[in-house]
């Protein structure tokens, strides 16, 4: 696989801002100290701008150890919009400095082999830590367009007490040229683990085959050489998107080999009675990725729903033989929701509108759409505009603009037009 270059860093002056904290002030009779002119005006830049930050996935899957196997490594992404608030408001690309972190995940060590594998797995020595576009567990955003954005950040299910929570707290700061903190929020960074390969794949289930490896990983390549004709058990630890095309990596595959997402679907969408569900491969009854509440797109009791937007195993592996590129070629809005919800050819965690936000950024990350079943979520448009919805839900417009607009919404509906 080919290496992946870090990326520059991108920060310039910011005059405006930097006025405007300034501590030289004129002496006169009846002028404030310095220091409290510096208070008042580090509270009033903080009253100018907001940012809000969100995952473009809504949940990360890694493997749960990478010393025989592994799907996906540890990668997630973390995009923020800073805007200044005002009449419209305005996004802000340049003369600041966006930071994050992740709350109670400053190492890696003991959580998981990754790095112990990465070499044979990926073709790059990482340092522990490191994930594979060279970003760490804190470190800075670079500007992509309208957003910032820190992409490959190695989240692992365990914070540092080497407790299982699959949902990260990615802390943000927006800081001007002189380091004074403007704008902050915690977006939800989620990674995990649970995939139940084992309900089948363990000595005795109806994917063993009668064969006993000692490991889940070890029964699955044996079952594939046997099955395949490979010699897989002999190349470990394998990186299955080394043979199968995965878009989610940009891996090409091997010609004539089916891609990874319709091996795996259109597999198992041929057994029958054993044939898993969705949270059996995808992270499960633990994790509960799905975790939008809104009515009808949300999980019922147990089961998620997945098939409402994706549709069935069968489903899904038919439509990839019909042309469908997994990953790039997702359900759309519309599909649902209809023509007025439209991002065109765009994937709705690539979309902007609304005077250049992203849908994201007003409504939250895919699997996650405001409102969420999930606290952490919710505290982002908790703190702009004192509810759990997307931003703008009932006229609250006030989040980014000073004062209401009025008007309809982006989608023809109620609402103020929040950066237009």
Not at 251 to 277: C, F, I
């Amino acid at each position: 696989m080919t290496r992946i270059r870090l990326r520059i860093l991108l920060a310039t002056s910011f005059a405006f801002v930097a006025l405007c904290l300034s501590t030289a002030i004129a002496a006169g009779d009846g002028a404030a100290p310095a220091s409290a002119q510096t208070a008042e005006s580090v509270a009033s830049a903080k009253s100018q701008y907001i940012v809000i930050a969100w995952n473009d996935l809504g949940m990360h899957c890694i493997s749960p150890s990478f010393d025989q196997m592994a799907i996906l490594p540890p990668y997630n992404n973390l995009f923020a919009q800073v805007i200044k608030r005002g009449n419209p408001p305005s996004i802000v690309t340049s003369n600041v400095t966006v930071e994050y972190s992740i709350k109670k995940n400053t190492t890696t060590v003991g959580k998981t082999n990754f790095w112990q594998n990465a070499q044979a797995l990926f073709g790059v020595n990482l340092p522990q830590g490191i994930g594979l576009t060279g970003n760490g567990l804190a470190g800075s955003m670079s500007l992509n367009g309208t957003h910032f954005e820190a992409r490959g950040i190695p989240t692992v299910p365990y914070d540092d007490p080497i407790q299982f929570y699959p949902y990260k707290k990615g802390a943000v700061n927006v800081r001007t040229p002189s380091g004074t903190v403007i704008a902050t929020t915690t977006a939800t960074i989620p990674v995990s683990n649970e995939l139940h390969c084992d309900k089948c794949h363990s000595s005795g289930g109806p994917g063993a085959i009668g064969i006993d490896t000692g490991t889940v990983d070890g029964n699955i390549l044996t079952v594939h050489d046997l099955r395949s004709a490979t010699d897989l058990m002999a190349a470990r630890p394998v990186l299955c998107a080394s043979c199968h095309a995965d878009n989610a990596l940009g891996t090409p595959g091997t010609p004539g080999v089916e891609p990874l997402s319709l091996a795996m679907h259109g597999k198992h969408a041929t057994l029958g009675a054993n044939q898993p569900g969705c949270y059996d491969c995808h992270p499960g009854q633990q994790t509960q990725c799905l975790r939008t509440a809104i009515e009808g797109m949300g999980p019922v009791g147990t089961d998620p729903k997945c098939e409402r937007c994706h549709g069935s195993l069968e489903n899904v592996a038919q439509t990839i033989r019909d042309g469908r590129q997994p990953w790039l070629d997702e359900p759309t809005c519309a599909q649902c929701h209809g023509t007025s919800f439209s991002t065109g050819t765009a994937l709705y965690r690539n979309s902007t509108d609304h005077g250049g936000a992203y849908c994201a950024a007003c409504h939250n990350s895919p699997h996650a759409w405001w409102p969420s079943h999930l606290k952490l979520d919710n505290k982002q448009p908790n703190a702009l505009q004192g509810r759990p919805e997307f931003l703008g839900d009932e006229g609250k417009c006030k989040a980014c603009h000073t004062t209401n607009p009025g008007g309809g919404g982006p989608h023809g509906g109620g609402g103020g037009d929040i950066l237009r």
